[in-house]
């Protein structure tokens, strides 16, 4: 005898027995009555005995049959709660989302949107991970991530939601101390506060519009793994960083931070939102999936602020 029981067969052998026939059941079951027929002998097989005493117009249980039948009753009953439970978990929103999202974004643009959401789908709750860090959604069992980067190929899903600007900026006290790049390889003689998560954290990359590409080693006081803790350093006039839009976007209308060398940028990154292979999946997984492409698909303007 195998390890697992026959459930499929104990289920028919329930579902014959509550319409007292193969036929009938095997019209419930959408199945064949060869089907049902040879999952009957099958548990009859494997139990060593008669379940039925079959005429041509009786189906009568055996005593075996008899102590059988109120636990496959319960098997049947069991497995169409559990199938409908799941296909509930599937067609409506419902359940825990676990969402892993770059530390500075999260709290910036991800921590004010997700009431709304919550609202919408009062049935689905979330579990936010706030970290820079690339997060192993797979080996950490998480449904979603929204990643900030050049993703490289990968066997994940990943949907590219927007562009995220990025700008070299300084406070005015400190252009007025230093002077103004206004080409990368002036960056040598200036004080760079750096991000330590850029694949080579202490070289700067640049491009300008005809394609011209420019790197230059950056030195200085300050490197961190989260670029929000650069920003007072910067408003103190101690340096420059490049800057993600949605971090300094205030700093700059207000005019606390100005954007220099703007004819050249860094190398393009984007907002994506990044999901496990396979599928479907759940529905409350593709409602946030939904909601945050809604959100952040469109084409921001950044606020900028800048100085030749």
């Not at 697992?4 to 007292?20: G, M, Q, S, Y």
């Not at 892993?100 to 709290?107: I, W």
Request: proline fraction near 8%.
């Amino acid at each position: 005898m195998s390890k697992l029981p026959d459930l499929e067969a104990l289920a028919i052998f329930a579902k014959v027995v509550e319409l007292r026939s193969f036929a009938a059941a095997a019209a419930d079951l959408c199945a064949s009555k060869a089907t049902v027929s040879k999952a009957i002998s099958r548990l009859e097989t494997r139990l060593g005995t008669r379940l039925f005493n079959r005429t041509s117009r009786r189906l009568a249980l055996t005593d075996a049959g008899r102590l059988l039948v109120e636990r496959a009753a319960r098997v049947l009953t069991e497995g169409e709660a559990a199938e409908r439970e799941a296909l509930e978990q599937t067609s409506v929103p419902r359940g825990l989302v676990r969402l892993a999202v770059p530390m500075s974004f999260g709290l910036s643009e991800i921590g004010p949107v997700l009431p709304e959401f919550l609202a919408e789908f009062p049935e689905v709750s979330i579990e936010l991970n706030l970290s820079d860090a690339v997060t192993d959604l797979i080996g950490a069992g998480f449904d979603m991530a929204l990643r900030i980067a050049a993703l490289p190929d990968s066997s994940l899903i990943a949907r590219r939601l927007c562009a995220v600007p990025r700008f070299l900026v300084g406070a005015p006290a400190y252009f007025e101390k230093h002077g103004r790049p206004t080409h990368p390889s002036q960056l040598a003689g200036h004080v760079c506060l750096g991000y330590s998560y850029l694949p080579n954290p202490g070289v700067w990359r640049f491009v300008n519009a005809g394609g011209e590409e420019a790197s230059v080693r950056t030195i200085g006081p300050l490197r961190a793994n989260n670029a929000d803790v650069l920003t007072p350093a910067l408003l103190a006039g101690l340096g420059l960083a490049v800057q993600p839009e949605f971090i300094i976007r205030h700093a700059l209308a207000d005019g606390r931070l100005e954007a220099v060398m703007t004819d050249w940028s860094p190398p393009p990154i984007a907002l994506h939102l990044v999901m496990p292979p396979g599928g479907p999946h759940p529905a409350r997984v593709e409602a946030l999936a939904a909601f945050l492409a809604r959100r952040f698909s469109r084409a921001r303007q950044p606020a900028s602020r800048t100085a030749s």
